[in-house]
């Protein structure tokens, strides 16, 4: 039986639209190679403003599963300058299909499935947070 990775308390973080509309979020810090092979795993539920910001050490093509993830989610994944690359929408619980970036990125941002459309979040929108924006 792996450990459960502990996360840090959330951290604010802040998408900003190309139309200038402003979301704010809580997520937590998955920066470790543990907290990555975690995630979101075994969650039942998580607050509508909250989320979780994978941030990696390099900038390249990144694929996530939903193996052991019980709820739905959108995966924005992020250039190093914190735009987003590309949004993959409602990713299926426990589904093992992985779920592919299409380039390379530096950071993946997972909200609650339909957040992405709700928000009307693009391509190119900017999520802003300390550790991307360098």
């Not at 939903?66 to 949004?87: H, V």
């Not at 299926?92 to 928000?119: F, M």
Request: with cysteine.
């Amino acid at each position: 039986c792996q450990a459960e990775a502990e996360f840090g308390p959330p951290e604010k973080l802040v998408i900003e639209t190309r139309t200038g509309q402003i979301h704010t979020f809580q997520v937590e810090l998955a920066i470790k190679p543990n907290q990555w092979a975690q995630g979101l795993m075994n969650r039942e539920s998580m607050a509508e403003d909250a989320g979780m910001l994978f941030i990696f050490p390099d900038v390249s093509p990144k694929s996530f599963w939903m193996k052991n993830t019980l709820i739905p989610l959108d995966m924005l994944f992020l250039n190093a300058d914190g735009s987003i690359y590309s949004i993959h929408e409602n990713a299926k619980p426990l589904d093992p299909t992985s779920i592919r970036s299409g380039g390379p990125v530096k950071a993946v941002l997972e909200l609650n499935g339909g957040a992405s459309k709700k928000l009307g979040l693009k391509p190119g929108d900017r999520i802003l947070h300390p550790l991307l924006n360098e």
